[in-house]
Structure formats: C-alpha cells, structure tokens
C-alpha cells in the first residue's frame, strides 16, 4: 500500500493506492537428486487476481474534493521457477526457489521463498 498526505496552510491533500494479486497455480515441479540435494524447476500456469483500490481527497478551506476507484482483472500467465533443496535428515528437508510469471501490462511478478518440509 502507498500512502501519501500532504499539508498546508489552509487544508490538506491526501491519496492512496493498495493492489494486491493471489496466484492459484497448476505447476509441475521436475527434479534432479543430488545425492542428499537437488535441484528442481517449477513450469505451468497461474490464474491471477488482481485487486486495485485508489482514492483521493482534497480540503482546503473553500471546500473539498475526493474521488475513489476500484477494479479488479482476471489472467492467465505462464510461470517458471527454480530452486534447490537438501536434505537435512530424511524426514526433514530445506528449500529455497525463484518463481516468476510471464509479464502483465509492463509488470513482472516474481518471488522468492525458503521453506522447509517435514515427512512423517
């Protein structure tokens, strides 16, 4: 979320701006063992939803002004990713991986994350 607000003398100014996406992903993760390690890559596509709200207002002492907006947008991206993993012990293993999507509108979604997994 971007916030910003401003002051003057006779009043204040003050917008927003928060988009968020949430990504449900179809993938197929390959791996190739190295010994107790790996390394994988991550292909297949995202559904992506994508919420944007923005709003504005204006007060100074003649009056005010305000306007706000929201949208939302559904696509469909293709997503890669890489990523290694070792095994700790056999039931516990590390992970760290890179993860992007193919470009929305001149933007580029990616992430990185550690996780770890345990097998019982």
């Not at 559904?74 to 993860?99: L, N, Q």
């Amino acid at each position: 979320m971007i916030y910003r607000e401003e002051y003057s003398g006779d009043g204040y100014y003050s917008e927003s701006y928060k988009e968020s996406v949430v990504a449900l992903q179809p993938t197929l993760l390959i791996n190739i063992p190295i010994k107790s390690a790996g390394i994988y890559t991550r292909i297949g596509f995202a559904h992506l939803y994508s919420k944007r709200d923005y709003s504005y207002e204006e007060v100074w002492s003649e009056g005010s002004d305000s306007y706000s907006e929201s949208d939302d947008e559904f696509k469909t991206k293709a997503v890669v990713g890489v990523g290694f993993k070792y095994d700790i012990t056999t039931s516990f293993t590390v992970r760290t991986e890179y993860t992007q999507y193919s470009e929305w509108d001149d933007l580029i979604i990616s992430y990185a994350s550690l996780g770890a997994t345990y097998r019982f």
